[in-house]
Structures are given as C-alpha cells and as structure tokens.
C-alpha cells in the first residue's frame, strides 16, 4: 500500500558513529573533497529522490511490467521519466571517476543509494544497477578509442548498459559459450549467437545501449580461457543500428519492471575489448563491487519488508497479547504479540548487521584501491575477497525468507497484492541466483579462497574482526566463536582435505555451511560495533542486538555441528 | 513444463510396508470390505486421474486464472469439465459415510488422493478441499431437514460448499465477528455482513454452492462464545437465488485458478446449524482433519517441486563435479555436484517423513472414531491432538522453502515461468497462512495442548514414539533426544511458566521453537520405521535418510539452545 520511504539517517548512525566512514575517507587522498557534512547531504539528496520519484513506481512497474512487441520494449509508465531525471540529477555518476566525468566520491555513497534504490523499486534499480561496472571494464580494458566514444556516456548514465554472458547452455558455466567472433578487415569482428537472461536487453529508457559481449575467436580453445569480451552498441555513432535484436522478453517470478531479454546477434559488428582469451578476466575484476550491489540488494528489500510489517503491526488488532489487560471482544495490536516482535526483531538484526558488513565493504573497497600503504591495502582487498561472497550469499538468502516472515505478519492479507509485500517476496527471490548462484558464493569462499592459501588469509580476517570487539560478555562470547572457527579451518578441515584419498568432494559439501558460520561470525561483530557507538539508542536497535543473539546466533552451532558431520562422514 | 506424475507405489510403499495401514484398518469393524488389494487399486485409479485429468491443468490454471465479471466467477479452461468428472467417478466421496452415500473408506485414502491432487494442481484442488470438512459439519450439527437436503450432494461432490469465517477485521481473531443473524418469522435468520478471503466463494464448477458462515444473534455476547453457525445456500430448493453476492475477487500470489471472494450478505436467508452460540464448536470439530489436508497439500507441493528439479538435475549440465573425469571444456549433470544433491536429499527427507507422520495421523484419525477400544481410541485422539499441528506447521513451512531449494536447482531458469517451478513456489506460500498460521499451531501445541496437563499427553506420545523405534544407533539417539525434550517440557518450561511472578509471555516466545523440535523428533522416528520396513531400497530412500541426520536433524539441537536461552532470560 504505502511505498518504501528511504530513512537516510539510520543509514548515516551506521556510517558515522558505527564505521566511522568520513573520517576514514577523508584520509584518502582520493578523496579531497569528501567530508561528513558533504556525505550528510548526498544521503538526504538520494533519500528525497528515490523516495519521492523512484519508490512510487513499484507496485505500477510489477502490475504493467515491461512489455516487448515485435523486438521493441516499452518500458513500463513513468519509467523513461524518471530514468531521464535520475542520470541528468547525476545520480549514476557520484562515484565515477572525475578524469571520465565522474563525481569522485566514495563507493559507500553510491553503495547507499542502491540499497536505498533496491528497496524503493527492484525492478527499476536493475536498469541502472550493471553501469558502474560496464564503465569500469571499458575503463580499465577498453581502447582508448573506445573509451572516448562510450566511457563518458556511461559514467553519466545518459546510455545503459548490459552483460551478455548468459547462453541457454551455459549458465553458471561460462566456459561453455558458444557465441562466435569472427575478424572483419576492419579489425572489428562480426559476432553471431544467441544470449539469454539479459537484463535490459532492450528498452526505452535511454537512446542508446552498449553491450559487453563474451564471446569466442575462430582459434580459441574450449573453456573458459577461449573467451573474449566485446562491444556492440545498439546504435553506431553514425545512426547504423547494429544487427543485435530482442527476441523475447522472459515471464518471471517478479521483478517484472525489467526486461529479462534473449538477444539474438546475427553478424552483429563488434569490437574487442581488452587482450583476446582474456574476457573473463575483464569482467570479472569487477566482481565484488557487482556481488556487494547484489548483496544491497537483499538488505534493502528487507528493510522495505520490514517497514512494511512494523506499520501494519503497530495498526493490525487481533486477539489479546499474553497478559494484556485488554477486555474480551477487545483486540490488542499484533505487534504486542511474541510471535510477531520475534519475526521483526530478527529481520532487524539481519538488516542492519547486513549496513555495517555492505558499508564496511564498501569503504574497503575504496581502501584497496586508494590507501598510500600498500599493506593496508591488502587488509582491504582480503576484507573484500573473503566478505563479499558471504555478504551476497546470506543476505539475498535472508531478503528471501525475511521478506516471507514479514509477510506471515500481515496474515491473509499479506498473499494478496493490495499490501505490496508478496512482490518483495517475489521480487527478492532472484538476487539468490545471479551474479553467481548461492551456492557458487560459497565454493568461491571455502574452495578458492580459504583452502588454497591454508586458511591465512581466512585467519587474519578473523584477527582483524576479534580486535575490533570491544570488551562485553558477548564479545568474549565471539571472540571463542572465531577461535573455534579459525581453529576447525587450519586444522580439521585442511587436514581432511589434505590427507591422502581425500575425496576431492569434501569441501564442497561443507562450502554452505562453512559460508553461513562466517556469516554469524560477522554478525555478531557487526553488533558489537553497533553496541559500542556512541549515540545508538532506542529499541529499534536494542531489541536487534537481542533479538539477534537469541534467535540468529544459534545458527553457528548448528553449522558447526554439520561441518563435523560432514568431516566424520569422509 | 512437464506436469507432475503421480507415483502411487512410494505412497503404498509407507503405508503398508512401513505403518502396515490395510493390516490395521481392515481390524476395525467400520471398514468391513476394506483390504490391501482395494487399497492399492484405489489408489493406482487416483493417481491416473490426477496425472491425466488434474495434473495437466496446473499451468493454465495458474496464468488464466478465475475471472471475476459483474459477480460471476469464470473458473479457467477445463475446470467445470474436469471438476464433473471428478465427482461423477466417485472421488469426493471415499471416504464419505455409507449412510450419506458414501463409499465407506478409510480417511487415509482420501489423504493420499488429496496429497496427489495438490501436487498436481492446488488451485483446483482447493475446490473440493473443504468438501468432506463442510459434510462431516453438517452430518454432525445439522437439522433432519438440513441433512436431508444438503448432505448427500456434499457427500457425493455434486455441489460443493465453503467456509465464510474470516472478515476484514477478524482475521486469526474469530471472536471479532460482526455479521449479524436476526431471527425470521418461519424460524429462519436474515443475515447480513461481509465475509472475506472465502476461497471457491462464487465459481461455474457446480449447479449450487453451500455456505456455512459464522454470524452472530442479535442478543450474542461478544467474543468467540457470540458466534453461531448458520448455512446459506446459493440456490434454494425452489431455485430461488439466495441474497448473496461475490463482490470481487483477490489478486493474489498464487494459486490464481482459486477465487478468493468477498462475499457480501445482504439479509441473505439462513438456517441456524447446531445450537446458538456453539458455531465455533461446530467448525472446529472438523479441524485435525483440515489441519492434515493442508500438512498433505505441504508435503504434496514439495514432492512435486522435488520431481521436477531431480528431472532437470539429470539433464542440466554445467561444470565439471568434483573429482570428475570429464575433460576440460565438457560438463558433468548438475546431480553430480554436492550442492545440488544436498538439496534434493534434504527435501526427500522431508517428503517421506512426512508421508509417514500424515498417513499415520490418518490412520489414527480412524481409529479415534472406530477403534472398539476405548483406551485405543485415547491414544489415537492424543496423536492426532498434538501431531496435526505440528504437521501442519512445520510441513508447509517446509513447502515454501523446500521449494525455493528445488527453484534453485534451476538456476536463472527457476525464475522464469517456463519450467512451472515458481508456480509451486508462489502457490505452496498460503499454506503456512490458512487454517490456522504457523505461529498460531505453535500456540495451540505448546499452550493450548502440552503445558495444560502438565506435559502428560506429551510424555506419553514421546514413550509411544519410542516404543516403536528399534535398535539402530540412530534409533538410540532419538529416545535420547526424546527423553531430553520430555524432561525439558515437564521440569524447566513447566516450572518457569508456573513460578510465582512468571511472565504469562514466556511459552509464547517458546512456542515456534517448541514445535520445530517436535518436528524433528517425529521425522527421526518416521526415519527409523522407514529403515527397519521390509522392502525398504534404492539410493531414494537411503540417501534421503543419510540426508536427514546430516542436514535436517540439527536443528533439533538449535531448538532446544535457543529454549534454553529463552528460559534464562525469563
């Protein structure tokens, strides 16, 4: 009913006095003109906007959808409106570097938005959501030609953008795409195949799109390391539209607002971006920017589930709570109810756990990139490699089955539509698939990050977390949940993978719970941090913080207890 | 894509081999013809006319959905004829009483009939859902008069009938019910009021429909003990058109081929069923029988959401599984990797317990009923008192998000239509709503059913379970874990809850975890009945038992952490 209102200054409590965000960044010589003040009035900019543009969009986007006729898709109405409006305020541009007529600011502040974005309007968002990193793989592999026509256009979000990875045989295996490159005399390629699950593919939100295309050369070997990465734009600078057309449009789950395409190429001129064999690569630098935007995603969908149920459980009467003094015939607010302070308490625990690790991220992402100290450097890209997949993974996981709990608040009302509650339901259930499926989130963490270095790295971050804890019976508590944890990987589990006849199996059947153990390690440290500000206060957080150790933490026993199963059973 | 095949050998299998169901029920006087031989031909005819009547209608009753226009209801392609079909064969009547034209079987055959029709088509099958509840209603508090009328054609299927409960401000809360009866001259009632969420309120699949609507007499108390049952037919006898109206219908996240109906009552004339003020007694009498259904239309979904994803898992191949020999460049079956085999193991787990749990709650529905023995027919009313809710709660629960593991399985093409697997997903959803939400069976075991007697019905169930478990080490750690829940429930939640100041709070903040570890406890029962049966074989059911130890069971331990900590800050 009532549309996703953004609340910008929870979100500056976390930065500020949690993570202490400006001071940090402030710092960094990248970033000489950000400060607090500046980060204040950005945050409350965005809140505005998306609040009063983007987030009224919603219900209308999931009821029309974006409709596709003879390879034209019209987007759904209000939508090319507000796109327009969005990129000429220069909302796609704040973190954008200022050499490509970028903003310059911090990753945080754009990282912000989008959670403020996803929650507002997922299927809007999905335009927008893939041009950051579209700009910096032309950024960082593109020629220079290349990047003086399209860099410029895609840093101010004037043109969108796609990823054509997908094929219908080749989904979480890219190694087996098909599509093919071949030279023309020009030095440009002609690019034929057909790709799927393109997110807008095709639409009418802005003049022109520019597809990254994965594809193979006449010589390339099969695999993975046959691909190579190109560039098809829909439109040539001349006027030319290029031989790339939408077939389809895909009837999905949810969020219906954006066009999932299959996008035929038929000879479509293309050029190549980056080394050849080397497509991947150019893709994949941007990943954990891409897997925490998704992880955004979860938290800002909850957030707007939760927003949904607590106002409905503070106006909703049924029967009376335990121990109310109301009368019989009389009825007390279902949020006075056990039941339903427990499903909100805990979606709260996971949401603004979920702020500080995403912020958190999103400022070492920054430090990776821009600390003078090469070794603070390093922390941040461990921070970033071994965070991200779990951030992702847990909460997409948790967007999904928090948002079904605050459905269950709203009882019958909340399986039909009028509430708006079951689309983020709906909408939400996707972000567990792309960007790499769950399941891959955790093989990433376990099998090619943790394992093959001897759990150092996996150690380290650890150290990090525990000496940021802070003094309480439940930092002791976490403290020796991070010992265990630590303890298990270098010994136990690197010994069992080790040892001789080892199934090459065995840390694959670990890898969700080992993910979901870290992702409890880092809860609790994230409410540590949030315990220890100054200024938090009241019982929006409180409750939390409880709610958290009572229902949430409990988990990591139990994916303890598998992993030994598990460790057994080899 | 492919519809769902029923597979009447599984569900045969748990019922003879594992509970010895014909040996059982053919001792009872009540069910002189029944042997195994008409058990199995039964149900060999119920699963043909569900796979090639009822199962290929799914997907188009999902996208059509029922029609609302000027207050009729147009039920999608098929429906009217395959609904006629239905009940001209004979199938709403099965388990019907032989005085009312009933077929005279046990009430477990009916449960496996509606476990297939609802995996094979809820939105149908919600239609004749609520069928044998409304005749059993009526057969039980009717007039003479009434039964003659009614009852027959409820029994045979050949009109069907609705429950009119829930309005807009009583959902949960019944006792808030304002739709009022005033008295009529000929000893009838004028009632008026609006009724909402009145599933197969107004349709084209039969020539008449049955309300029975919960309303209240002018000189009623107010609260549940106001209420009184009244019915209220579509067409009377004359054919006169009763002063009841379906106002519009829900748009709703699933099941779209059922009309959720506002149903609006305009001094509509009815007759009283049962005595004044008891109409909550007599809806009620019929609620272990509903509450199975819905934990059967759970276990139902789940298995049909499990047949599809092992199908596309034996097809779809993506990366090499671990430890495979297959080249660089080719990709093994996804059912080779651990994830995927986690997932499909774990939901088996739950589809065959369950099996166990609901047919033996069944049974055990028959011999509280028929059972000569009056010390028997006891401990089948325990069983089904404390049982059902569990089923109820936990299996559904498990339906949406067991089926949100085998959407998974899909990767990306789990969220588009095509493969039907989301349908499952959006339709298993209300199930945790209706009939009572999840939370409020958790209240009715713990508060209403367990700490009343002080855990005695409990403690005699967990003994009966125990008695019946074996001699395997799995065995020997449910009768530990039993034991240990027993105590828990008679020494520490009893004494909390009645130590002097005691929060009346407390067991409702228990009750979620209550229940689950309830769950737990009768799947590792159903488990070792499953592995000590004769027959048992095949990798489907081993690696489902091997699965729940391994996945499932762990939570049982979580559950009691989680009580523990509940207790400690009481």
């Known amino acids: 009913m009532n549309a996703y209102q953004p609340q910008p200054e929870a979100s500056r409590h976390i930065l500020e006095s949690v993570l202490r965000a400006s001071e940090q960044l402030t710092a960094l010589p990248a970033f000489p003109d950000f400060d607090a003040e500046l980060l204040q009035q950005v945050l409350e900019e965005a809140g505005k906007f998306v609040g009063e543009v983007v987030a009224p969009l919603n219900r209308s986007g999931d009821e029309t959808g974006a409709q596709w006729a003879a390879g034209v898709v019209t987007m759904p109405p209000g939508f090319r409106e507000s796109y327009q409006a969005f990129w000429q305020a220069g909302w796609p541009s704040l973190a954008g570097a200022v050499d490509d007529g970028g903003q310059g600011l911090p990753t945080v502040v754009e990282a912000v938005l989008h959670e403020m974005l996803n929650a507002a309007n997922h299927g809007w968002t999905m335009a927008p959501g893939l041009l950051h990193g579209a700009a910096e793989c032309i950024r960082h592999h593109a020629s220079a030609e290349l990047k003086d026509r399209y860099l410029p256009r895609l840093v101010s979000g004037e043109w969108l953008a796609t990823m054509c990875l997908t094929e219908p045989h080749a ?10 490159a071949t030279p023309l005399a020009d030095g440009r390629f002609a690019l034929s195949g057909t790709k799927i699950f393109i997110s807008g593919g095709e639409h009418d939100l802005t003049d022109n799109i520019v597809h990254l295309v994965l594809a193979r050369l006449p010589d390339a070997p099969p695999g993975p390391r046959g691909l190579s990465l190109f560039l098809v734009p829909k439109f040539e600078p001349d006027g030319t539209r290029s031989a790339v ?9 949810g969020i219906h607002a954006s066009p999932t395409c299959v996008m035929r190429f038929d000879e479509a001129t293309a050029s190549l971006v980056g080394e050849p064999g080397k497509g991947l690569n150019a893709m994949f630098v941007m990943m954990n920017a891409a897997r925490l935007l998704v992880g955004l995603q979860g938290i800002g969908l909850l957030d707007a589930a939760w927003q949904k149920a607590n106002a409905y459980a503070q106006e909703r009467r049924q029967m009376r709570a335990p121990g109310s003094a109301s009368k019989a015939g009389q009825a007390d607010v279902i949020a006075l109810h056990p039941a339903i302070q427990r499903i909100l308490a805990t979606q709260r625990a996971w949401i603004d756990a979920g702020r500080v690790i995403a912020y958190r991220t999103a400022i070492e992402l920054d430090l990776q990139k821009h600390h003078p100290d090469a070794t603070r450097r390093e ?72 394992l093959p270095d001897g759990g150092t790295a996996l150690s380290a971050l650890l150290t990090e977390l525990a000496t940021e804890l802070g003094d309480s019976p439940e930092a002791e508590r976490t403290r020796q949940a991070m010992t265990r944890f630590a303890q298990f990987t270098t010994e136990h589990l690197l010994a069992a993978t080790r040892a001789p006849g080892a199934s090459p199996e065995l840390p694959f059947w670990l890898a969700d719970d080992y993910l979901r153990a870290l992702a409890m390690l880092l809860m609790a440290w994230a409410w540590s941090r949030v315990a220890a500000a100054p200024q938090a206060s009241g019982p929006r957080w409180t409750d939390a913080h409880t709610g958290f150790w009572r229902w949430v933490w409990p988990e990591f026993d139990t994916r303890m207890a598998i992993m030994g199963t598990s460790l057994n059973a080899a």
Chains 1, 2 share one sequence.
């Open 379 to 450: 922390t941040a890209a461990r921070w970033c490699s071994l965070v991200t997949p779990v951030l992702k993974s847990a909460w997409t996981d948790q967007a999904f089955t928090g948002a079904s709990a605050c459905l269950q608040v709203f009882g019958g009302h909340g399986y039909v539509r009028e509430w708006g509650i079951e689309q983020i339901v709906r909408d939400a259930r996707v972000a567990m698939i792309y960007e790499g499926t769950n399941e891959i989130q955790a093989i990433d963490l376990l099998v090619r990050k943790v």
């Open 245 to 253: 057309h939408c077939e389809r449009i895909e009837e999905k789950m």
């Open 171 to 180: 989904g979480s295996d890219l190694g087996l795409v098909r599509t093919k």
